[in-house]
């Protein structure tokens, strides 16, 4: 069982940053996968970064890569997701979900979720 936290959503004008932040929780520390996804009203769901907690491995979505930085804080089971350049595209309920295991893609399933954090990028 992964217990998982978002924080950090909000609004902000086209071209601003917002860093979210995701507290996750377990008995086991190691061999954790952390990502963040993210859903636009009326759109699927998108798979955005990745992160391995062991080793720091990191994966972007195409669409986000070179604006997006996903980081972390194991000492704090913290995971971060600082996005630049941000759009209105990019707005949308942001998940932070977990699995176990390597490899670490935006594709994989993941088994744990979080409950979100809004974010809204206005033109």
């Known amino acids: 069982q992964v217990q998982l936290v978002e924080s950090g959503g909000g609004s902000v004008q086209a071209g601003g940053s917002l860093r979210l932040s995701c507290s996750h929780s377990t008995y086991i520390i190691s061999n954790r996968c952390i990502g963040w996804f993210r859903q636009a009203p009326g759109k699927e769901r998108e798979g955005v970064a990745t992160?391995?907690?062991?080793?720091?491995?990191?994966s972007y979505a195409d669409s986000v890569k070179g604006r997006f930085t996903i980081s972390q804080d194991n000492a704090k089971n913290m995971v971060y997701l600082q996005m630049d350049k941000l759009t209105p595209e990019d707005t949308g309920m942001y998940f932070c979900a977990a699995k176990f295991g390597f490899p670490c893609p935006p594709s994989a399933s993941f088994a744990y979720w979080g409950r979100g954090t809004p974010v809204n990028v206005s033109s």
């Open positions: 992160i391995y907690t062991s080793g720091g491995s990191t």
